[in-house]
């Protein structure tokens, strides 16, 4: 955070800081009044109404400091989603992101607000010196002469205080305004955003995780490759062995009984290649490697036992690896809709941004799905090997909805060509 705000930003980030000192000063009040309450439902319900409005504000101020520092200013409030409200009420009061939130508030009103002031003082100092001379200069000559204590009493010597006044007041607007202005940004930032040392250490522990995840989703996915040959492919391939076998020592003895076995492996020879097809589709699809992610749900929805709606905004490809992850994730939802949702309809979303991937899906199904299912973590370890995040708002009884968001980098343009056969 090496920048600093030139002069003109740091008048509009102060007046902003400063606009935001009365409801800062009105929510800091609440919460002493709340935690005064406390024992009463009213004081609860006053300090968690407070804790809401203050992590807003607290947001505003954190977008202000991001603007004039340079550099993304973030805050990791404790995850809430998926808990019950009075849960919910409880992981906020344990929050120290949201007690932080209410120690800006007290810094804002005091120490924050004199120094927002006093950079601004620097900045109208000059205008006030000129106007301070003029009026002196049309004051009747028995009234007070302000500049007696200076033992300036003729026009000249205030003449000369004023332009020194100006160009002090100019050397302050030029240094002193932006560093004061930099100064309270970086303490705005030390309360209410995470530090670099805890944002590396969050950091270092989601890739760890993401990590363990990875291995064991890969390790998962070889298990679930190995079954699917074992059980088709290699059985089928088998039996075709020993059908040839049979064939072959009947072909002299008994002609037509030798045809038939060699029809039944002609047929068992389609009936492998179409598994070992479908092992392919499994591991990656020639449609996605093709024609891309939408094209790919497209395919897919279309031979479920289910309606499914499609809202899939078209853009730039994404790279091989997010979009698989993205498609199977996409996939393994629909698939748990299917077996536990009782839906009627069901529906996949897809919305860009120039820094993320969002994907929804939803059903009208019975709800109640649990985050933690086997269904959905493999969801969250596919998406968390590329720092992707998923929730879940399932209510018993008014359906399910998924919403999974990755941060993307869009590909160069190339695709990965599938040599797969039909």
Request: hydrophobic residues 50%; glycine residues 8%.
């Amino acid at each position: 955070m090496n920048r600093r705000p030139g002069l003109l930003a740091s008048i509009g980030l102060n007046l902003a800081s400063l606009v935001m000192t009365l409801p800062a000063l009105a929510l800091l009040g609440l919460t002493v009044a709340g935690i005064a309450s406390s024992v009463a439902i009213v004081g609860l319900f006053i300090l968690t109404v407070t804790l809401v409005l203050l992590r807003q504000l607290a947001g505003v101020q954190r977008r202000l400091v991001s603007a004039g520092l340079g550099e993304p200013v973030a805050r990791a409030y404790a995850d809430t989603r998926g808990l019950s409200p009075v849960a919910r009420v409880r992981r906020w009061f344990t929050d120290r992101a949201r007690w932080a939130d209410a120690a800006w508030a007290l810094f804002t009103c005091t120490v924050g607000a004199i120094v927002s002031v006093v950079a601004l003082a620097v900045v109208l100092y000059p205008v006030w010196s000129i106007t301070w001379y003029f009026l002196w200069r049309s004051l009747p000559a028995d009234l007070p002469q302000p500049y007696h204590f200076l033992h300036v009493a003729d026009p000249v010597g205030g003449a000369i205080f004023t332009v020194v006044s100006v160009l002090a007041g100019i050397a302050g607007m030029r240094w002193l305004t932006p560093a004061l202005t930099r100064w309270r940004l970086l303490m705005d930032a030390s309360i209410i955003a995470d530090s670099r040392t805890a944002a590396l250490e969050e950091r270092v522990e989601r890739v760890t995780a993401s990590r363990t995840s990875t291995v064991d989703a890969a390790a998962a996915e070889l298990r679930r490759i190995e079954r699917d040959l074992h059980d088709g492919p290699q059985a089928r391939l088998a039996a075709l062995g020993m059908e040839l076998g049979l064939a072959e020592q009947l072909a002299l003895r008994d002609p037509q009984a030798a045809a038939g076995l060699i029809a039944e492996a002609r047929a068992n020879a389609h009936t492998a290649l179409a598994d070992i097809r479908s092992v392919v589709r499994g591991i990656y699809p020639p449609v996605l490697a093709d024609r891309g992610y939408p094209s790919a749900i497209s395919a897919l929805v279309a031979d479920l036992p289910l309606a499914v709606s499609l809202d899939l905004e078209p853009g730039q490809r994404l790279s091989p690896p997010l979009e698989s992850a993205l498609y199977f994730a996409t996939s393994e939802c629909l698939a748990n809709i299917l077996k536990h949702a009782h839906a009627g309809q069901a529906w996949v979303c897809l919305r860009r941004t120039p820094r993320a991937i969002r994907v929804e899906v939803g059903d009208d199904g019975v709800g109640g799905a649990a985050a933690d299912g086997a269904g959905l973590r493999g969801v969250a370890r596919r998406l968390a090997a590329f720092d992707g995040m998923m929730s879940v708002t399932s209510p018993p009884g008014a359906g399910t909805r998924i919403e999974m968001e990755v941060p993307c980098e869009p590909s160069s343009g190339r695709t990965t060509r599938s040599f797969a056969t039909d």
